[in-house]
């Protein structure tokens, strides 16, 4: 893909001059000026239809609020987010970063709309064909259709985690979803909560491709 260098400069450009307005509507972790996110999405959209955002808090800063690009899984777009991050400016009260990193400690637990999902509810296995990793993930009463289930939502989460979003877009050739049998350890499973342990044993071995989802 070829980037539009003119519009990631008027992207920072209007960024510089809202954020403020922006950083004001901060109601403890939410940020409640619409307008101004819905301008940034349709922005990013313009550069890269595959660019996302979203804010988190800096544990390591009190006040302090970081703005995370990604692009959604789809490899083809890690370019974009690293030019865009490339070009962004320095400012007091917001720090931008590409792509969701490991996170320490790693979440036991997320609500997904109405449902709560612990991590201990989920199972995987990696398997190396040809150098490629494919990742199974093992759970009862596995989706047969994904979008539809938000547990798959929060295995994606946790593996954001466990192994960073840029890992998984690069190392993970693809991803696959069980039902979970009646003895996993029988059947040579891993607590997911052992993944990150597991894949830094052997990724150095894994050519970086990119994430299919099946």
Known sequence: MIL????????????????QQLLESRSDDRFEAEPLLKQYREHLQKIDSNLTFHFQSDADTEGSVEMVFGCDGFPESIHSVLSLIGAAPELTGIEFKAFNNRYDPVPLSVNIGEEYCEIGDFWCRMVQVNKRLHLEVYMQDAPKVLDMDPRTEAVMIYLDALIGEYEIMTKVWALDWFELPVSPEDHGLVKLTDLREAFDEIKTEIEPIGLTLH
């Open 4 to 19: 539009d260098r003119k519009q990631i400069s008027t992207f920072w450009e209007q960024l510089q001059e809202t954020i």
